[in-house]
């Protein structure tokens, strides 16, 4: 139990950190597009192009936050054969008291008392889990249940996509709910994986649940990105939490036997209820950012004014010296967040 703990409590960590750090990179690529004028940027309907979220996904920030999120995936994978789901995702979902401190420092968002309070009662929550949590189901479960599995996870996903691309900018929840749930069906996948303990080399390849969890990470990880590009990092990460710990603590109890310890029920419920409701008021509280496209407006005449004071006077040897644009911008973001922070 301690060691599925900490391997949890690890993993939560490393996806805070990543994401945002690709929040980072998202919103610098994105404010790259639009200091060039470019019109392949945004759909539409107004959401993130693929070629714009394929070019934040090149930004070293975004690179290094992609980076620990392989390595929470590992470190979650573990703490889920390790621990029943209810906690396991529960506590990996904590990731967004991380996000939401980081984004402090990185992103210049103030939090706010009610946000501060949120967190406190999500850890308090967390608490509550890990006393009440008992021994871990087993993962034993027919294959046409893995054949299940992974036609939700495509439809989970390519139905995502599709949702995003129509509603554009207004997607930003729905596409951090969506995500949240491909990191669920990632959970259960892992879990009930067959050929894992002992290790049989046929038998984990021919399970179709080792596709539902490539099919259900790629594809919340793209989902997660898109929904850090057009909205609020601690609101779509709030519905992120949700649609990962909700789905999987269920399934984990009545599918998978999941159980809490004799006479804990009452307090495993609470805390699971507890926890998710904080989660989601983080986000309810959360000072509201712009979406993708007023962001990248503003910041494309920030940028023109600045290459105009670059260039050189015609007829005039003398040139300026380089600009830091990318640092003017975060300095230019932080100053946004902070004048939202202050009017809530």
Request: aromatic fraction near 6%; glycine fraction near 14%.
């Amino acid at each position: 139990m301690i060691i599925g703990l900490l391997t949890a409590v690890a993993a939560s960590v490393c996806y805070g950190t990543g994401s945002v750090l690709q929040a980072v990179g998202s919103r610098k690529s994105a404010r790259r597009e639009a200091a060039a004028a470019s019109t392949t940027g945004v759909t539409q309907h107004g959401g993130p192009s693929l070629s714009s979220t394929a070019k934040a996904a090149v930004t070293w920030e975004f690179m290094v936050g992609t980076i620990l999120d392989f390595i929470g995936f590992g470190l979650g994978a573990l703490a889920a054969r390790l621990l029943p789901l209810f906690l396991s995702q529960t506590v990996i979902s904590a990731n967004l008291v991380v996000t939401a401190v980081l984004s402090i420092k990185l992103l210049g968002i103030r939090l706010t008392r009610p946000e501060w309070t949120s967190i406190a009662v999500v850890c308090s929550a967390l608490v509550l889990l890990a006393t009440a949590a008992g021994p871990e189901g087993g993962g034993n479960t027919p294959i046409t249940t893995h054949w299940w599995l992974l036609a939700a996870s495509v439809l989970l996903v390519g139905g995502g996509i599709l949702i995003v691309r129509l509603l554009g900018g207004r997607a930003a929840i729905l596409a951090g709910l969506l995500s949240g749930l491909g990191f669920g069906a990632l959970g259960v996948g892992v879990r009930v994986l067959n050929g894992v303990d002992p290790f049989h080399l046929s038998s984990f390849l021919g399970d179709p649940a080792l596709y539902a969890i490539l099919v259900a990470g790629i594809g919340g990880m793209y989902l997660h990105t898109v929904a850090l590009q057009i909205g609020s990092v601690n609101g779509a990460t709030a519905a992120l939490v949700v649609g990962e710990t909700v789905v999987p603590g269920i399934l984990g109890v009545l599918w998978l036997g999941d159980a809490s310890r004799p006479g804990f029920a009452w307090v495993a419920i609470l805390g699971f209820l507890v926890a998710v409701a904080g989660a989601v008021a983080v986000a309810w509280f959360g000072a509201p950012e712009p979406e993708y496209g007023s962001v990248t407006a503003g910041d494309a005449e920030r940028d023109a004014a600045t290459a105009t004071e670059d260039d050189p006077a015609p007829g005039d040897g003398s040139a300026h010296p380089p600009t830091d644009r990318d640092g003017a911008a975060e300095s230019h973001a932080r100053s946004l967040s902070g004048n939202r922070a202050s009017s809530s």
